[in-house]
């Protein structure tokens, strides 16, 4: 074996050892599985939310636009760099207060337990599970790609062994494994990819000389409006740009279970702090190493391979394994947020929900785990027949689940008369209008992206909606009574947790 390959080694079993760990201090029932015991503190808060949502995407589809686009691409890098601190400020301290006042272990449950109704819950799970899929597909064949070229393994044999470490450790430890792996990943992730960006400017000959470069294989490379210039500018695509990675976070389900693990409420303003500095370091350098790649492989056939092929040639061997243990690291703290999600999804929202309601905590823990390998499997067997692009899977699933769940999020917690039918059609709305302006290319049409025809549409639902149909659908006192609990600050009072774990969700009718 190379030395890369020796270090990716090392890296797996490191990954496969915390898996391990976590099974042992606890996560037999389902808080401990499902939020880690809701224990974890801001450092491992922030690291987790960034690096989850950063994904593959970062070292494949943020190199690719930037190969492709040159400094247009930074309008998504401006997005992605302001998101997990709007997350954690607008959500975190809130979101942490009420799933704990009303005994919601999921990030869907919350949804439900909020806006007291099955049909909350029966139309939530499936919108995010068909969209997480479909994101956590795309990691696996970005985790498939990266092994192939480092080791020289076919993909289907890389993408089997990528896939099989990330159930592993997934398997075993739940919330724990995923939240600590992505920590560590998050450091990787970091170390790896500032390592690449200094190669970089090294043998460009640094930023200066490096633009002047770019400026002669097409000048409108290094403005903000693409390779076409000014005038083929589509300000509604811009827009969407920026909004998919900033307020498009805090529609992602798999994000924002993160605000429900944390110790304490007050552990959001410290996660923010942290998660602002990881993502200044960060965010900025795959998009910069893209663009300079036009420069050291101007006849590089997949932009998809910008950053991983700009890394084998401008570093050392050693130094090459530890920047693709940083890219696998990207890769594998996504899928296993994604794939915890997708199987918490499939087994508590919809099977335990509506199926077999009278499940052991143990009964539950194994039938989510069940489902994470049965996934998988259904994931891998996609992923290495017909593997699409990454960069386009992630922005279609990202840009839906933003869609459908931003404007209930952040209702939720700060909209005291946001309903039932409110939140119901703001979910369909959100999903509907962006699936259908991206199938049916209303986006060159009009200019318009589907993020942003999808907010307008998710958002103008649950206000209408709610306001007219307050008399109707009231939003419960308890719900109420909780929310006004979240603007106080300190701990929640006791009488308030004897909802815990599903005792609150009983004062919704069951077939409410």
């Not at 496969?16 to 037999?28: E, F, N, S």
């Not at 099955?118 to 995010?128: E, N, S």
């Not at 602002?276 to 998009?287: C, Q, S, V, W």
């Not at 290495?384 to 952040?410: H, K, M, R």
Request: glycine share 10%.
């Amino acid at each position: 074996m190379n030395i890369e390959t020796w270090f990716l080694v090392i890296y797996f079993l490191a990954m496969a050892g915390i898996g391990v760990w976590t099974l042992k201090i606890g996560t037999k029932n389902n808080e401990g599985f499902l939020l880690g015991g809701r224990s974890l503190g801001p450092a491992v808060t922030a690291l987790r939310l960034q690096s989850s949502s950063m994904s593959g995407y970062m070292f494949l589809g943020a190199g690719s636009l930037a190969y492709t686009k040159g400094y247009f691409s930074l309008w998504y890098a401006m997005g992605d760099i302001g998101g997990g601190v709007l997350n954690l400020s607008i959500l975190g301290r809130r979101m942490r207060k009420l799933s704990q006042i009303l005994g919601s272990l999921t990030s869907i449950e919350y949804l439900e337990h909020r806006y007291p109704s099955k049909w909350t819950r029966a139309i939530a799970a499936p919108i995010a599970l068909f969209c997480i899929f479909f994101y956590v597909l795309a990691q696996f064949i970005a985790g498939g790609r990266g092994l192939e070229m480092v080791t020289g393994v076919s993909y289907g044999w890389a993408l089997f062994i990528a896939v099989g470490v990330i159930v592993f450790y997934t398997f075993l430890g739940g919330y724990l494994a995923v939240a600590y792996t992505d920590f560590v990943q998050a450091i990787i992730m970091l170390i790896g990819m500032v390592w690449i960006l200094i190669g970089t400017m090294q043998a460009i000959g640094g930023w200066t000389a490096g633009n002047r470069a770019v400026g002669e294989i097409n000048p409108n490379l290094l403005t903000m409006w693409g390779p076409d210039g000014y005038d083929s500018v589509q300000w509604g695509v811009i827009i969407g740009a920026v909004l998919v990675f900033s307020i498009g976070y805090m529609g992602w389900p798999h994000v924002n279970v993160s605000h429900m693990a944390m110790k304490k409420p007050s552990v959001a303003r410290a996660a923010s702090m942290y998660a602002t500095g990881f993502n200044l370091l960060f965010i900025p350098a795959p998009y910069i190493v893209g663009i300079m790649a036009l420069i050291i492989l101007p006849t590089l056939e997949n932009p998809e391979l910008a950053v991983f092929a700009v890394a084998d040639t401008v570093l050392p061997d050693f130094a090459v394994g530890i920047v693709m243990a940083g890219i696998m690291a990207a890769i594998m703290s996504t899928a296993d947020a994604l794939l915890l999600q997708s199987g918490t999804i499939a087994s508590q929202d919809l099977m335990q929900r509506f199926f077999f309601r009278n499940l052991s905590d143990r009964q539950s823990v194994w039938v989510s785990r069940i489902t994470v390998l049965l996934l998988a499997v259904i994931g891998y067997i996609v992923a290495v027949n017909d593997p699409p692009a990454v960069a386009e899977v992630v922005i279609f699933s990202t840009t839906v689940l933003g869609a459908a769940f931003v404007p209930v999020y952040i209702a939720a917690a700060w909209w005291r008369k946001a309903n039932v039918p409110g939140a119901i059609a703001s979910m369909l709305l959100g999903t509907i209008s962006s699936v259908v302006w991206q199938l049916t290319g209303l986006v060159d049409v009009t200019g318009v992206d589907p993020m942003g025809i999808g907010i307008v549409c998710s958002t103008l639902g649950i206000i209408v909606v709610s306001l007219a149909t307050q008399r109707s659908h009231p939003v419960p006192d308890h719900v109420v009574a909780a929310m006004i609990e979240t603007d106080k600050i300190g701990p929640i009072p006791a009488h308030m947790l004897t909802g815990q774990n599903d005792a609150l969700a009983g004062q919704v009718p069951k077939d409410a």
